[in-house]
């Protein structure tokens, strides 16, 4: 895996050849000769005429085998030479005929010749010794520091392999040129990645179909004769946000632009503007689930070092606010790049410099702890992780499966779009969505506008809010771990609520495809055969009592407004049940419950001659009483619209 983009951090290279001659603390021979051919050796190094370099200092080491300098410089040149065995060999052998302090910075060179024979162990051994020897901070000391690290790390890690079985996409989105940085809609239906030929970058779009992606077609309202890319698309599919570089008007060397899905089509790309973007250089975004924050990678003031990740939170107003840096428990000294937040909004993917690691750039992912914390990066291991700098990666919907570009042997051409199973325990949380189209009831025409609410029970608090497009549709996400309802309504309209029962969902579950029929309110308010009830799915009891659940109150609160907007409305509150239990003990509980729902609206301000309350007990079924499922369904609370 490789990292192929116009936004591509600029590598930090940790070899450090250049050291290789620097000039050590000379240790005096008796020998003119041997210290003759040891200058000419030293001039030829840093002249980069390794072989004859090499060839004059091993005639000053046979003129004084005991010459330190000329040893280790003889180790310096097999290192230059690439020939790491030797050097090792050679700097063993040299560091053996001084004191360990004689030269600190030969302990380090042994490291990295080490190093790239991968002995792992073995360069971290020489690390350790050489960072209890050098005194003088410098910027060697700190490489040898992170270094350390890394060797610590690739040892256990190439010890415990994880699971890495990649295969290209199937179908017709690759092709010879190059395709990078793949994001994908919640449904999984459609893919937006970076294309790039002949040196250009644009925005391709594909659409899965037969289980095959199609040929990726150019987002033409998007693309210009500049670069687009490493860009994101909100769950819904809606929403797109990009990197634009080097355009007329802009703020930065690089910045984050967005464009709408409106009426079939894109708008015209807008600059998301201060203060997501600065002078400096922004990319690389990333959308939470409820699309209300933004991640990104940037350059600007007051980060940690390098390119740190970021957030911004989108107010009410629609405005982006103020970013504010993810941190040090994820942005080090060095760079860190290419955020991707997973849609259960608590599993974030990156690319890191900083943390331990195989070397380069990995990836890592950090969970969202219950006090709001990012908890300590994991790296996702060997081989997903190599030597080499790893690219941006994203994970479906079902946390099942991760997706990369890379240039593998068993590719179409150049950089291509891969996909391979991710092991359990890098996997996010599981995440299901609701996807439906609202409609009239009478004239089954599409309604656009419709305000979908979906809240967090348990807390009480939204969890996110859209309106219908111009089809009447939307798509929402629903994280596993909590229970949501979902309020769907427009002015002079009944509105339709829905439950979603996640908590204590361990997988992947199948995704809610609705159909909304929303029910005109009738002319007057008057009461009709035609008039249909509304399920109240999210007003509770507990069990065999009609005392309310609180977390009825998000539902309650909905009907009391619909009545307070539409103050010729009058309706009756309905109670059923199942079929268990005694008729007339059911009869009873279902009256005491619609009470309760017309007590309730009664002590916050409704009229009561507004409200009716009745109990049809188990004569009204909706479904079979034979399941756990019929039954939940059959026990419900209604409301209807009636007369005065």
Not at 273 to 285: D, F, I, L, R, Y
Request: hydrophobic share 35%; aromatic share 10%; proline share 6%.
């Amino acid at each position: 895996m490789k990292l192929y983009s116009i936004c591509a951090c600029i590598l930090f290279s940790l070899s450090t050849t250049a050291a290789l001659s620097q000039t050590y603390t000379t240790e005096e021979t008796t020998s003119r000769k041997a210290q003759k051919l040891y200058q000419e050796a030293r001039a030829l190094n840093i002249a980069v005429q390794y072989p004859k370099a090499l060839e004059v200092v091993e005639k000053s080491i046979a003129a004084d085998p005991k010459f330190i300098d000329a040893a280790l410089l003889q180790a310096a040149i097999y290192y230059n030479l690439e020939r790491y065995a030797e050097a090792v060999q050679a700097y063993e052998k040299a560091l053996g005929m001084a004191p360990p302090e004689y030269s600190p910075g030969a302990w380090y060179q042994l490291a990295l010749s080490a190093w790239k024979m991968e002995d792992f162990e073995a360069a971290a051994q020489h690390f350790e010794r050489y960072l209890k020897l050098e005194t003088k901070s410098s910027p060697t000391l700190n490489r040898a520091k992170q270094y350390l690290k890394n060797a610590r790390f690739i040892a256990e890690a190439i010890k415990t392999p994880v699971p890495f079985e990649p295969t290209p996409l199937a179908g017709a989105v690759n092709t010879i040129n190059n395709e990078s940085l793949p994001v994908f809609t919640a449904d999984g239906s459609t893919l937006v990645y970076t294309f790039m030929s002949g040196g250009r970058e644009d925005l391709y779009i594909s659409r899965l179909a037969d289980s095959a992606w199609q040929a990726g077609e150019p987002i033409e309202a998007v693309n210009t004769p500049q670069n687009e890319g490493a860009q994101a698309i909100s769950a819904d599919g809606k929403l797109l946000i990009f990197t634009g570089c080097n355009r007329m008007g802009a703020m930065g060397s690089c910045d984050l632009y967005f464009s709408e899905w409106r009426n079939g089509a894109w708008t015209e790309p807008k600059n998301m503007g201060a203060p997501v973007n600065t002078g400096a250089w922004e990319s690389q975004p990333s959308l939470s689930p409820d699309g209300r924050t933004l991640y990104f990678a940037s350059e600007r003031a007051g980060g940690k070092g390098g390119r740190d990740l970021w957030i911004s939170q989108r107010q009410k107003s629609g405005r982006w606010g103020d970013p504010v840096n993810l941190g040090d428990s994820l942005n080090t000294s060095a760079n860190e790049a290419s955020p991707f937040i997973h849609p259960d909004g608590q599993t974030l993917y990156f690319m890191s410099e900083g943390h331990p690691g195989m070397g380069g750039y990995d990836l890592f992912f950090s969970r969202k702890t219950a006090a709001g914390a990012w908890s300590k990066p994991k790296n996702l291991g060997y081989p997903i992780n190599t030597m080499a700098n790893e690219g941006a990666l994203v994970v479906s919907l079902d946390g099942q499966t991760a997706y990369f570009s890379g240039d593998k042997a068993d590719g179409v051409g150049g950089v291509d779009l891969y996909s391979f199973p991710l092991y359990p325990a890098a996997q996010p949380l599981p995440v299901t969505y609701a996807k439906a189209a609202v409609f009239d009831e009478q004239t089954k025409k599409p309604l656009p506008g419709a305000l979908v609410v979906v809240t967090d029970l348990q807390t009480g608090q939204p969890y996110t809010a859209s309106n219908t497009d111009e089809k009447g549709e939307f798509l929402v996400c629903l994280p596993s771990g909590k229970t949501y309802a979902m309020n769907v309504s427009l002015p002079d309209y009944l509105f339709y609520s829905e439950h979603f029962e996640l908590a204590g969902l361990t997988h992947a579950d199948k995704p809610f495809l609705l159909n909304i029929a929303l029910s005109a309110i009738p002319a007057g308010a008057t009461a009709t055969s035609a008039n249909k009830p509304v399920t109240l799915r999210n007003v509770f009891f507990e069990s065999g009592s009609a005392q309310l659940k609180p977390e009825s109150r998000t539902e309650l609160e909905r009907l009391k407004q619909l009545l307070n907007d539409h103050k010729t409305l009058n309706i009756q509150i309905n109670g059923h049940t199942d079929n268990v239990g005694p008729d007339a003990d059911n009869l009873r509980l279902s009256e005491q419950r619609a009470k309760a729902v017309y007590d309730y609206l009664v002590q916050n301000g409704i009229a009561a001659a507004r409200l009716r309350f009745k109990g049809f007990g188990e004569t009204q079924p909706v479904t079979t009483n034979d399941t756990p499922e019929g039954r939940q369904q059959n026990r419900r609370t209604e409301f209807v619209v009636v007369g005065k």
